[in-house]
């Protein structure tokens, strides 16, 4: 828009209290319109004008007055407008710091980034030299304001937006939401994890924008969503044939041993689910979502917390019931989400009608019966390989195992599904049937806000 027509919108507009050119560059062009209040403004280097809108009367009125008055009033008038405008332009800004400061600020200082709670407790995070640090501008640019029609889904942090860089990267921006549980510290403990982490099976982190209230990360664009998207539609799942599912198996159990052993931290995810895995455009998985990950140093991997978080159906019995997870806690959850792959139904909305088992306990009773086939999805007859199911199926259900200690690792679980060998008889798993499940939520002290609820992106 030129800046005439730019004037035109702002005049059609009754609550229009000023305009100006979006860009200067080479004579001025784009249009941008202050509503009601005139916030939000900045200094710069370059000269810009900007037009405010003044009521007609208001004009006539004062100018009309001016021009009664000899020179000496018009001066002193002229002298006490100004310092009036002073006076209550400090003011406003006084205000607007105050109410900003209660509503935990956050501003990058001397290399670091620092930040305030509720209850004003100093927060510091070192700032990472390997991540690209983006304004806020240039992130409503590439999502075009964060509009609707880019909103691609929304989770326990708060909405997700496509974006196009300027230079034509697409990119996924994961904005923080007012109404969030979730806040400053899972956004440091996202961006620690993932900016140390790299793998072909972990979704990657481009960059972070933190601006006053706003905390932002950018990732890189997922072409086919999460595998949920896929996995749990009806006429999507037809999609997803074996080899496809095989794959996205093996990827999720390469990805999780990487954050167990291989790389420089050791990381528990905590929140792996169907909704948590990203699919690119050639359907390799990438695990996402970090802001439930715990870091561990040294050879001592396991922890004990108070508030359990994740998602109910991937949540291990220990920690369910007594706060207790490790790396064995992640093995459960990636059993639980290869039975779903093979299946193609959520464990906790598993129903097969005769019976009260949830999908675990059905994997198990089909196991003990030889019949482990059966759990298979329909849509797969045309592709599977009986045996890479059955494998799958049974490391599966090692994995979930009830005691901890009875669960491989996810290295004995990459060679478990690479190999032929004979595998060890499972025991019978956690959470058997959906009865036991709804009397072990009963026995817990978690609520049904501490349990993070994401959507598929």
Request: charged share 25%; aromatic share 8%.
């Amino acid at each position: 828009m030129t800046l005439r027509e730019c004037e035109t919108a702002c005049k059609a507009n009754c609550t229009c209290t000023g305009y100006a050119n979006l860009d200067i560059r080479n004579g001025g062009s784009g249009c941008l319109l202050w509503l009601d209040e005139l916030l939000d403004t900045r200094e710069y280097d370059a000269d810009q004008d900007v037009y405010i809108r003044v009521a007609a009367s208001e004009l006539k009125g004062l100018v009309d007055s001016l021009f009664d008055l000899n020179k000496k009033k018009r001066i002193r008038i002229l002298e006490l407008l100004i310092l009036t405008s002073l006076a209550v332009t400090l003011l406003f800004g006084a205000a607007y710091a105050c109410r900003k400061l209660k509503k935990r600020p956050h501003k990058k200082r001397r290399g670091k980034w620092y930040g305030q709670d509720e209850k004003d407790t100093s927060l510091q995070m070192e700032q990472l030299d390997d991540l690209q640090c983006l304004s806020l501008y240039d992130i409503a640019r590439a999502t075009d304001n964060f509009s609707d029609s880019n909103k691609i889904g929304e989770g326990g942090f708060g909405p997700v937006y496509k974006g196009v860089l300027e230079d034509g990267r697409e990119i996924a921006v994961k904005r923080l939401s007012e109404t969030s549980q979730q806040g400053l510290d899972e956004f440091k403990n996202e961006v620690i994890c993932i900016a140390k982490l790299q793998h072909r099976n972990l979704v990657k982190l481009l960059g972070y924008c933190v601006h006053q209230n706003e905390l932002i990360l950018i990732y890189e664009y997922m072409t086919n969503k999460s595998l949920d998207w896929f996995l749990f539609d009806e006429t999507r799942s037809l999609m997803l044939n074996w080899p496809q599912r095989f794959n996205i198996i093996h990827g999720i159990a390469r990805g999780i041993l990487y954050l167990h052993q291989d790389s420089r931290l050791q990381i528990i995810h905590r929140d792996l689910k169907a909704g948590n895995i990203l699919l690119d455009g050639d359907m390799n998985p990438k695990i996402s979502d970090f802001g439930l990950a715990r870091m561990f140093v040294g050879h001592d991997t396991t922890a004990k917390t108070k508030k359990v978080v994740g998602t109910y159906g991937y949540i291990s019995p220990e920690y369910a019931v007594h706060g207790r997870f490790s790396i064995k806690s992640d093995v459960f959850s990636f059993g639980v989400l290869v039975l779903e792959i093979i299946c193609g139904k959520k464990n906790k909305e598993f129903n097969q009608g005769d019976h009260n088992d949830n999908l675990l306990g059905h994997a198990w009773r089909l196991f003990k019966r030889g019949r482990s086939i059966e759990l298979m999805s329909v849509s797969l007859q045309a592709s599977h390989v009986v045996s890479e199911v059955l494998r799958c199926i049974h490391v599966a259900l090692l994995c979930v195992q009830h005691h901890a200690e009875d669960r491989p690792t996810m290295l004995s679980v990459v060679l478990m599904l690479v190999s032929e060998g004979p595998l060890p008889e499972p025991k019978q798993p956690a959470f058997f049937t959906e009865e036991s499940c709804h009397k072990l939520e009963a026995l817990t002290s978690v609520c049904e806000g501490t349990i993070t609820l994401l959507y598929p992106r």
